[in-house]
C-alpha cells in the first residue's frame, strides 16, 4: 500500500514537474518583457541568471526532498512489519500503531508539500533601475523562506517516524521472534 | 646407418613423451576443471541458506535496525550554501 502511494505520488510529481517546464518558459517570456526598462545589460542579464538559478534550485531541492521522504516512508513500511509480527505473536502494540498513524499524516503532508512546491514558479512583476535590486532580492528572501518551510516538514516527518521507532522499540519482547519458533519445536518434538 | 636409427629412435621418443605430456597435461586441466566446477556448486549450495538467512535478517528489521535506519537518513537544510549563487548575482544589481 506505501508503495502504491509512493508511485503515485512520484507520477504526480512528475506530471507537476512537465506542466512546470512549460509554465517556466512562459515566464521567461513575460520576465524579459518586465525587465525591459532596465537599460544596463549586465543587471538584465544577472536578473534572468536569477530567475535560472532559483528555478533550478527548487527542481533540485523538491527532488532531494523526494528523496528523503520516500525514504522515511520505507522506514515506516519496515515498522508496520514488525508490528504486524509483534501483533501475531500477541504482544500489546497499540501504542505504536497510535505513533504510525501520526507518522502517515506527517508523510502525507510532506509529500503534499514537495508537489506545491514543485509547481511554484518564481518571477517578479515589473521593474524599473530603481526596484529591480530590491524586487529580485524579495524573490530570492521568499523562495528561501519557502524551501525552510518544506524542510521543517520533512524534518516534521523523519521525527514522527523516529518516534514511531522508538515507541516500538520501548514494547517488551517486540524483537523477540523466537516465542513462535520455540513453540514450533515443542510442537515438533510432542509429535 | 646405425647413426640414422638412433636418431629416428630419439625423435620417437620424444614424440612419445610430448604425447603423453600433452595427454597428461589435457587431463589435469580437465580434472582441476572439473573440481573447481565442483567447489563452485558445492560452494553455491552452502551459500544460498546463507543468503536466505541474510534476506531473513533483513527482513525481521529489528527495531534497533529500524532505528538506525531513520537515523541514517539526514536532512539537512543547504539552503543558504545553495543561493549564495544567487546573492552573488545580485550584488551586481
Redesign the interface.
Given at each position: 500500500m506505501p508503495k502504491k502511494k509512493e508511485k503515485n505520488f512520484k507520477k504526480e510529481i512528475e506530471a507537476t514537474r512537465e506542466e512546470v517546464k512549460l509554465k517556466i518558459e512562459d515566464m521567461k517570456a513575460s520576465f524579459k518583457e518586465n525587465i525591459s526598462k532596465i537599460k544596463d545589460e549586465?543587471?538584465k542579464i544577472?536578473?534572468e541568471?536569477?530567475i535560472t538559478?532559483?528555478q533550478a534550485?527548487n527542481t533540485?531541492?523538491t527532488g532531494q526532498?523526494s528523496v528523503?521522504i520516500d525514504?522515511?516512508e520505507?522506514?515506516l513500511v519496515?515498522?508496520e512489519?514488525?508490528i504486524s509480527k509483534a501483533d501475531t505473536n500477541g504482544i500489546d502494540t497499540s501504542l505504536a500503531k497510535a505513533e504510525v498513524l501520526k507518522a502517515k499524516e506527517a508523510i502525507t503532508i510532506a509529500r503534499d508539500a514537495i508537489n506545491t512546491q514543485t509547481s511554484k514558479i518564481y518571477t517578479i512583476g515589473a521593474v524599473d533601475e530603481s526596484t529591480?535590486?530590491s524586487e529580485?532580492?524579495k524573490l530570492?528572501d521568499s523562495?528561501?523562506a519557502d524551501?525552510?518551510t518544506l524542510?521543517t516538514k520533512?524534518?516534521a516527518a523523519?521525527t514522527a517516524?523516529?518516534n514511531t521507532?522508538?515507541t516500538?522499540?520501548k514494547v517488551p519482547k517486540?524483537?523477540d521472534?523466537s516465542t513462535n519458533k520455540v513453540e514450533d519445536n515443542t510442537i515438533n518434538n510432542n509429535q | 646407418m646405425d647413426t640414422n636409427n638412433n636418431k629416428d629412435t630419439i625423435k620417437k621418443i620424444i614424440l612419445i613423451l610430448i604425447i603423453i605430456i600433452s595427454i597428461v597435461a589435457i587431463i589435469k586441466i580437465q580434472r582441476d576443471g572439473s573440481i573447481w566446477v565442483e567447489n563452485k556448486s558445492n560452494e553455491q549450495e552452502i551459500l544460498s541458506p546463507v543468503d536466505i538467512e541474510l534476506n531473513n535478517a533483513v527482513?525481521?528489521?529489528?527495531?534497533?535496525?529500524?532505528?538506525t535506519?531513520?537515523?541514517n537518513?539526514k536532512?539537512e537544510?543547504t539552503?543558504?550554501v545553495?543561493?549564495k549563487?544567487?546573492?552573488e548575482?545580485?550584488n551586481?544589481?
Open positions: 549586465n543587471k544577472s536578473s541568471k536569477i538559478i532559483i534550485l533540485k531541492f526532498l528523503k525514504q522515511i520505507n522506514v519496515g515498522i512489519s514488525r529591480l535590486r529580485m532580492k530570492r523562495f528561501g524551501i525552510k524542510n520533512i524534518k523523519h517516524v523516529k521507532a522508538t516500538l522499540a517486540v524483537d521472534d | 527482513d525481521k528489521n529489528t527495531t534497533q535496525e529500524l532505528n535506519s531513520i537515523d537518513i536532512i537544510d539552503t543558504d545553495d543561493l549563487i544567487v546573492d548575482e545580485l551586481k544589481l
